[in-house]
């Protein structure tokens, strides 16, 4: 029963992680936060191996290593939080794979994965990349792609 409790925990953390970086990167990198993610959206000849908009990753690790910290140090009542850590932690090596390996490329991995789900992401992704401004880009989100972009060709994004 624990062990269940944990696992749903760990996977309502995961899928609230979508919903936060979705907002986030809705209303904080495409808002005051754009000075950070502008390279992001700029050709990738410019900016080199690492880019700003990298730094996002050491901000979401700080909300899971607070869980991981409450969770471990303090009350056992408090334990669930270092599960919330563990989904924190899933989705954010979920999203470097997705996004900066399989989607642009960083490094040279999954290059045979192609399927409606895969080329979809690519799509929705390649979309929301189809603007270099902060203003009037779409899809923000990563793993929950809208129905029009499935059962189209999807190409590549060039970065
Ligand atoms: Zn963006
Ligand atoms: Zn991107």
């Known amino acids: 029963m624990t062990f269940l409790f944990y696992t749903l925990v760990t996977i309502a953390a995961f899928l609230a992680m979508e919903f936060v970086a979705w907002f986030a990167h809705k209303h904080l990198m ?8 502008e390279d992001h959206h700029k050709p ?7 880019e700003k908009n990298d730094r996002f990753f050491l901000v979401f690790a700080i909300p899971s ?12 009542s408090l334990f669930f939080l270092f599960f919330i850590g563990v989904g924190i932690s899933i989705y954010g090596l979920t999203y470097f794979l997705v996004h900066d390996v399989y989607i642009h490329r960083r490094f040279h991995w999954f290059k045979k994965l192609d399927n409606s789900y895969s080329r979809a992401i690519l ?6 990349h189809s603007k270099q401004t902060k203003e ?4 923000f989100g990563l793993l929950v ?10 190409d590549r994004v060039a970065s």
């Open 30 to 37: 495409h808002g005051w936060l754009w000075n950070w993610h």
């Open 44 to 50: 990738h000849e410019k900016t080199g191996f690492f």
């Open 65 to 76: 290593a607070t869980c991981y910290i409450l969770g471990s140090v303090y009350a056992e």
């Open 123 to 128: 799509r929705a992704h390649g979309a929301h």
């Open 136 to 139: 009037d880009c779409e899809s």
């Open 145 to 154: 792609v809208g129905k029009r972009y499935f059962g189209k060709r999807a």
